[in-house]
C-alpha cells in the first residue's frame, strides 16, 4: 500500500484499501468488500492470508474487477493442497471474468503510470525495456543495476505460479506495448512450448527479445533409447525454439540487462563488420581478437577511408582498424570524433567501437565529441551502432554516466563489449510455415504403441519422401538368399529382433556380402548367435557421409526435428542442429550452416561435395510430415548414407505413443494446454 500511494511514483490514480475490519489505512478510507468502493475498481492488489483469498476472489467476481495481482504465497508452490486452493480461486476468477496475476508473486510495475503494485523498493528509472521475471528478488536486483547503469524500464512483471496469466500473455501485452521498445524475460518454466514460440516468432520480428532460461539441469532427462532422445535434451529443444523464434538467448541476469540495455539505447548490429577506435594498440588489438571468437570482424579499411581519417591522427598512428589515436592526449577529441563521423558514415562497418581507456576516459571533451557524434548521426539519419568499451577510473564515473544518459553504451573492459555487441546482432527468425501438414495415419500396433518393426518404419519413412534402401524381409536362410538375389549385391544383412536396438554393437550388422554362400553364412550367424530368425536384407549403399536426421515429440514444444552428423559416432560427435516443426528448405539450410562438422558437406579427402538444396528440401519434408503424424513419439534415421548417388536411408527406428494419448494430441491440436 505504501508503494502504491508513495508520492514520489507520481501515480495520479485512486487507491483504496478494503479490510474486512479496519475503516482507514495510512489515511485513506477502508471498504469492507470491494463491491461497497464507490465507482468500482480497476485493479486489485490482494494481499491477505492464503486461505481467505476464495471468498475475496468471489468479491472482486462480484464487484466486476477486471484484474486482480495476488501477492501472497502458500498456494501450489506449497503442495497439494496449496494446489486445490489456488484451482479453486482460478476457477472464481474464469466464472467472474477476472484475470489474474500471481499467486505468489513479485507484482507488476509500470513506471509511465507511475504504478508500483509489487514487492519492489522505490521506482525503476523510465526507459524502454520490459521486463517479465519469474523470480521477484530478480526483479529488485535489476532496480539496483538500474541505477548503477542508468537502465530504465517500461514495465516489470512476475507471473509468480502463472494461476491465469503467464510468460506468454505478458509477452504478448509487451509486443503490443508503445512503450517497450525491447523486452527481457528471465524464464524458469515455459508452461506452453509451442504457444510461447508462436507468440515470439511474431514479436521478435519488430521488437527485440531477450531471454535467459534458468533451470538447465539435465534432472528430468530420461533414459535415452534412440539417438535423438539422447541429443534433443529438453534443454537443447527449449533453446533451440527460442532461437528459432529469433530470440536472443543470453546465459546469465547481467547479461540479459546488459543486453536489453544496449538495443534501447541503439539499433541492433545488422552485419558483421565493426570499426574500433581506441588510444591503446593493445586493447585495440584484444578487442578484435574476441570480436572474431565470436563470429564478427575487423575489416581493414579501404584506402580512401584511410586517408580521410589519417590527417587528424599523428604520423605514427594507425588509421588501417583499429584505429590507433596514439598518448597524443591533446588531439584526442578531434581524433575520436572525426573519424567517429567517418566511420558511421561509411559503408565499410557496421558498428563503430571506440575505446576510452584511461586518459580519454577522463578527459571529459572526449565524452562530449562522442555524444555530439552520435547524436549528429542519428539527425541525420545513420543507424550504426556505436558501443563504448570503457576502461577507466572513478575519477572518470561522471563521464560514463553521461555516455550512458545520452543512450550510448558503456561496456567494462574488451571481453564484455564484444560479448554484448555480438549478442545485439539479429538472430534469424524463421518464417512461419505455410503449408499445410498433411495428415498421417497411426499404424495399427496396439493400443500401448511402442518401437515398431523395420519393415514398417522403412516403409512410413519412405512415405515421408526420403530415399530409402531397397530391403525386404526374410524369415530363413532360403528367404534371405532369394532377398539378396532380387535386391543385386552387394547386400548387408541385420538381426530383426524386438528389444535390439543398436545392432552394430551385438554384431547383428553384416556389412559387404557379394555371394549367395555369404548371405547363406551371415543368416547361420545372426541366428545362432543372437537368437534372430527374422532379419532385414538391404541393398548395400556405396560409401559416403554418414548423417542422422531425427525426431521427437516433446511434451510441451510438439514436433521437433533434428539433423547432423551421423553414423556410429553420433552421440560423442554431438553435431546436430535442431528446429520445432513444420519449417522451409531456408531453415533447413540454416540447420546444415551450425554443424561443426558442416565442413563434410562441402567434400573433403576426394569425396563430392553433398547436394546440400537437395538436403535440406529432405529434412523440410520430414519436418513437414512429422507435423502431420502426431502419434509419433520418436524417430531415428541413422545413417542417412549421403554419396555420388545422393542420399539413402540405410536404418531407421520409430516409436508410437500409445493410442490414448495420440487422441488425446489430436484433440488439444498441439498437446498444449487450452490458450486462455
Ligand atoms: P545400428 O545403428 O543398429 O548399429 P545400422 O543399420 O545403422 O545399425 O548399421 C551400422 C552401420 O553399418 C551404419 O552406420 C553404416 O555405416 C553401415 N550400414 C548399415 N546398413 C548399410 C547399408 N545398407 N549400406 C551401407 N552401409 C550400411
Ligand atoms: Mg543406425
Known amino acids: 500500500m505504501q508503494n502504491l500511494i508513495a508520492p514520489q511514483t507520481g501515480f495520479r490514480g485512486e487507491v483504496v484499501a478494503v479490510h474486512p475490519k479496519l475503516t482507514e489505512i495510512l489515511d485513506r478510507p477502508a471498504y469492507a468488500n470491494l463491491s461497497a468502493v464507490p465507482g468500482g475498481v480497476d485493479l486489485a492488489v490482494i494481499v491477505a492470508p492464503p486461505g481467505e483469498i476464495p471468498a475475496v476472489m468471489e468479491d472482486c467476481a462480484a464487484g466486476k474487477v477486471p484484474v486482480a495481482i495476488i501477492i501472497t504465497g502458500g498456494f501450489a508452490e506449497t503442495g497439494a493442497a496449496g494446489r486445490v486452493l489456488e484451482e479453486r480461486i482460478v476457477a472464481t476468477a474464469r466464472a467472474g471474468d477476472v484475470r489474474l496475476i500471481g499467486p505468489n508473486c513479485f507484482g507488476v510495475i509500470s513506471t509511465s503510470a507511475g504504478l508500483n503494485a509489487s514487492l519492489g523498493i522505490g521506482m525503476p528509472a523510465r526507459g524502454g525495456i520490459a521486463l517479465y521475471t519469474q523470480s521477484g528478488a530478480y526483479g529488485m536486483a535489476a532496480f539496483t543495476q538500474s541505477q548503477e547503469d542508468l537502465i530504465g524500464f517500461s514495465r516489470v512483471v512476475a507471473c509468480g505460479n502463472k494461476a491465469d496469466l503467464d510468460e506468454t500473455d505478458i509477452l504478448r501485452a509487451f509486443g503490443e506495448d508503445p512503450e517497450t521498445r525491447v523486452i527481457a524475460m528471465l524464464l524458469e518454466s515455459i508452461g506452453d512450448g ?91 588489438v ?24 589519417r590527417p587528424v591522427l599523428p604520423a605514427y598512428g594507425s588509421a588501417a582498424n583499429p584505429i590507433d589515436v596514439t598518448t597524443e592526449w591533446r588531439r584526442f577529441p578531434e581524433m575520436y570524433g572525426s573519424s567517429l563521423a567517418a566511420l558511421i558514415d561509411s559503408d565499410e562497418v557496421d558498428a563503430v567501437v571506440p575505446v576510452l581507456l584511461q586518459r580519454s576516459a577522463l578527459m571529459s571533451e572526449v565524452t562530449d565529441r562522442v555524444i555530439a557524434e552520435v547524436a549528429a548521426a542519428r539527425a541525420r539519419g545513420a543507424q550504426k551502432p556505436v558501443h563504448v568499451c570503457w576502461v577507466g577510473s572513478e575519477a572518470a564515473e561522471n563521464n560514463r554516466r553521461r555516455l550512458l544518459a545520452a543512450g550510448i553504451p558503456c561496456h567494462f573492459w574488451p571481453a564484455r563489449t564484444a560479448q554484448v555487441l555480438a549478442l545485439s546482432a539479429a538472430v534469424g527468425g524463421s518464417e512461419p510455415r505455410v503449408a499445410a501438414a498433411r495428415r498421417i495415419a497411426r499404424p495399427q500396433i496396439g493400443v500401448d504403441g511402442g518401437w515398431l518393426s523395420s519393415d514398417l518404419a522403412f516403409a512410413l519413412i519412405a512415405d515421408a519422401g526420403l530415399p530409402v534402401t531397397p530391403w525386404r524381409i526374410a524369415g530363413s536362410r532360403a528367404e534371405a538368399i532369394a532377398a539378396a538375389e532380387t535386391l543385386g549385391f552387394p547386400v ?5 529382433r524386438e528389444g535390439l536396438i543398436h545392432k552394430s554393437d551385438s554384431g547383428g550388422v553384416r556389412l559387404g556380402l557379394v555371394r549367395a554362400v555369404a548371405v547363406g553364412e551371415a543368416y547361420d550367424d545372426v541366428a545362432n548367435r543372437l537368437g534372430a530368425t527374422t532379419v532385414l536384407v538391404q541393398r548395400q549403399a556405396r560409401p559416403g557421409v554418414e548423417l542422422v536426421l531425427g525426431a521427437r515429440r ?20 554431438g553435431d546436430v542442429a535442431l528446429r520445432l516443426a513444420p519449417f522451409d528448405e531456408e531453415e533447413a539450410l540454416a540447420m546444415l550452416d551450425e554443424l561443426k562438422g558442416r565442413a563434410l558437406l562441402s567434400g573433403s579427402r576426394g569425396r563430392p561435395a553433398i547436394d546440400r538444396a537437395v538436403l535440406a528440401s529432405l529434412i523440410a519434408r520430414l519436418s513437414d510430415w512429422i507435423a502431420g503424424a502426431p502419434w509419433l513419439e520418436e524417430l531415428d534415421a541413422n545413417p542417412v548414407i549421403a554419396n555420388a548417388d545422393g542420399f539413402v536411408v540405410v536404418d531407421v527406428r520409430m516409436r508410437v505413443s500409445a493410442q490414448s494419448h495420440d487422441q488425446a494430441q489430436s484433440r488439444s491440436g498441439t498437446g498444449g494446454r487450452t490458450p486462455s
Open 286 to 309: 584484444e578487442i578484435s581478437d574476441l570480436l572474431e571468437s565470436r563470429g564478427l570482424q575487423v575489416p581493414k579499411l579501404s584506402e580512401p577511408l584511410q586517408a580521410a581519417i
Open 554 to 573: 516433446d511434451a510441451t514444444f510438439g514436433p521437433v526435428v533434428m539433423a547432423g552428423l551421423g553414423g556410429i559416432w553420433v552421440e560423442t560427435l
Open 492 to 496: 548387408v544383412l541385420k538381426a530383426e
Open 194 to 284: 509451442r504457444r510461447f514460440f508462436e507468440a515470439a516468432r511474431e514479436i521478435a520480428r519488430c521488437k527485440p527479445i531477450v531471454v535467459l532460461k534458468t533451470g538447465r539441469g539435465e534432472a528430468g532427462r530420461r533414459a535415452a533409447a534412440s539417438h535423438t532422445a539422447a541429443l534433443a535434451s529438453d534443454t537443447v529443444i527449449t533453446l533451440s525454439a527460442l532461437r528459432q523464434a529469433g530470440i536472443r538467448v543470453v546465459d546469465d541476469g547481467l547479461t540479459l540487462l546488459d543486453v536489453a540495455a544496449a538495443l534501447d539505447r541503439q539499433p541492433p548490429l545488422v552485419g558483421h563488420r565493426i570499426a574500433i577506435i581506441s588510444n591503446s594498440g593493445g586493447t585495440g
